[in-house]
């Protein structure tokens, strides 16, 4: 029986989500991945992911892990506003990528990235790291019972969770930070975020809570909007209205059926973080005579289940719950077997360039509530002024 393909690994960023989540999966998916080399702006952090892990070769210059000849697919794990100048970078190189979600922060650097992809040698593609959408129960269970409803009339998605410290200290990975970074690397990281917020807000000045609602959609918010959006088919019709009460972010949004006479329903979106130890994530979805939950915990620490809860009208009008699950593996793993799926069985992505460009194209809806509501609050705030 023939040895099956290893996917030889490149990780850019060792940071957190390196260091709890990736290097570890990876190094226990050794059947399908072999990590070559990694690289940090820190060289005592690259060094000691290199000695933990096993990684062969470690460097603090990118351009030297882009183009290791022994590298398959480079993992950009880096902080959001590098993610489109390394994920480019590793294209022009011929190397596969894997990028963390999200993609970028603006439409602009999302369209380069379409180009960048297009134009990559050795047919190398991108895949995008929304994990959510690869759990077991989300792609068996919950789109086999929404799919069962002939008519949705409301949905919710719901994200709130505390400190990620919480979690993170009982992952059982103790995660490493140091600061040996070069001189200005902070200033040149300010400077690239402001140009992209600014790009997202289409020249607007960025304000800081113009600032905090672009990194909050990127952040927490691309999880659940992605979700949302495989859920129910696409994007909203429209956004009606934002609340932007930081750290706390709020959407209603109008969608229409799919089916039958594609009548329109409500979607609340609601997130944001607190200092509370609880990790509250899930996607529900409510018919006339029946309702569909998935639930979220935590993914820093492996084996907690997503679970699917039904709950609808019996056949005697009692009603009947049942939880669903289908499988203990964490959504991390499941979203590096269908990586290594793709990229050498050629099956095809479902978290493409493409796919993360309807995020931020839902986000600048959702920026676009938030400046309309801001005029007309600016105008009401005048005409109360001159009473």
Known sequence: MAEQKRLRVGILGAGEVAQVIHLPTLTLLSSLFTLISICDISLQTALHCATKFHIPHHTTFAPELLTHPSVDVVFVLTSDEYHAPYTIAALRAGKHVFVEKPLTLSLPSAHSLLAAEASAPNGARVFVGYMRRYAPSFVRAFH???????????????????????????????????????????????????????????????TPERMAYTRFLGGLGSHDLSLMRETLGGLPERVDAVAVHPPFYNALMTYRNRRGGKEAFAVMYESGVDDVPRFEAHVAVYGEKKSVEIRYDTPYVKGLPVVVVVEEKGEGGEKVRREVMNSYEDAYTAEMRELWGCLVEGRECKTTVRDAVEDLRLFDMMYKAYDGQMGVNDKFEEKVADV
């Open 144 to 206: 086999t019972e929404v799919h069962s409803i002939p008519r949705i009339l409301y949905a919710r998605v719901r994200d709130i969770i505390g400190p990620n410290a919480y979690f993170v200290g009982q992952s059982g990975t103790v995660p490493i930070r140091l600061a040996d970074f070069p001189e200005g690397a902070d200033v040149e990281r300010r400077d690239r975020v402001g140009a992209l917020v600014q790009e997202a807000w289409e020249g607007k000045e960025v």
